[in-house]
Structures are given as C-alpha cells and as structure tokens.
C-alpha cells in the first residue's frame, strides 16, 4: 500500500506584485488612511493562497491595513503590552516573530502564553482591518485568499 505524500501549499506572502506587475496596480486603490502618516505608504503587498496557508504569529513595526479582496482569513490579534507571553525570538531577523506555534501550542515551553486575552476574527472579502504597530497578529486562510497589506509610518 502506497503512502500518499504530503499536500504541498504554495503561498505567495508579502509580494509586492504591484511593483512587479504594474498593469494590476490600476485595480487597487490606497485608502486615505494610509495618508495619515507622516511619511506615507512605504510598501503595498499581496498575500495569494489556498485554504489552510499561515502567518505565524509576528508584529511589524509600521501601521497595517489588510484589505481583504477574495476569501475568508481567520486572524488572531494581541496587545502588544503581552510581548513577553508571546515568546518572540531573543536575537536574530525574527525578533518581531513569536516562538509560539498559535494552532499547537506547548504548556510547558511556553506557560505565560495560556490565557493571554487575544481578539478572534475572520476577514470576509471588502473587509478591511486595521492593526497598529507592534500589535501582534497571527493570520490563516480559511478558504482560497486573496489580500493586499497597506503600511505606513
């Protein structure tokens, strides 16, 4: 009996295929929050996947408006006054990334995640959510995910 091989995902995350492809930059529009900063838009990406993709839980330093465009996303979003029950990396590039795996978390590694209070949401397609920096957010596509990310500063 032959074993089936794992489902291999691709997830085209935090592209900036606006820049790349500049025809379908037409079809989206900055929303005028975005020009509440200081310093404007410094980046515009797209997020492209099939169901069950995942943004580890993570922060970013800008403000961060996810446009949902097609699909549904399940995110999970922390006050960034939690930091040191989220676990983030001590050194290194991934310093804005938790250690924590948010579907499969481990008790005994990471015991100060357990009742951190957290905000449960699922972006429908026109939904637009607006994170301000260094909160933390964890991102999965419930179904096939089209978004596009606004940050400025």
């Known amino acids: 009996q032959q074993q089936a091989?794992?489902?291999?995902?691709?997830?085209?995350a935090q592209h900036q295929l606006f820049a790349q492809i500049p025809a379908l930059a037409a079809d989206v529009v900055?929303?005028?929050?975005c020009m509440l900063g200081e310093q404007g838009v410094s980046s515009i990406n797209a997020w492209f996947g099939p169901p069950g993709t995942v943004?580890?839980?993570?922060q970013d330093p800008e403000h961060n408006l996810l446009a949902q465009v097609v699909g549904r996303k399940y995110v999970r979003l922390f006050d960034p006054c939690y930091t040191s029950k989220l676990y983030p990396h001590d050194e290194g590039m991934h310093t804005n990334t938790s250690q924590v795996d948010v579907e499969a978390v481990d008790d005994a590694v990471f015991p100060g995640?357990?009742?951190?209070?957290?905000?449960?949401?699922?972006?429908?397609?026109?939904?637009?959510?607006?994170?301000?920096?260094?909160?933390w957010h964890f991102v999965k596509s419930v179904s096939i995910s089209f978004s596009v990310s606004f940050w400025w500063s």
Not at 5 to 12: H, I, R, V
Not at 30 to 33: G, H, I, V
């Open 113 to 135: 995640f357990k009742g951190v209070p957290h905000l449960d949401l699922v972006l429908e397609p026109g939904d637009m959510l607006y994170m301000p920096p260094k909160w």
């Open 55 to 58: 943004t580890p839980l993570h």
């Open 5 to 12: 091989e794992p489902q291999q995902l691709g997830y085209l």
């Open 30 to 33: 900055t929303p005028d929050y």
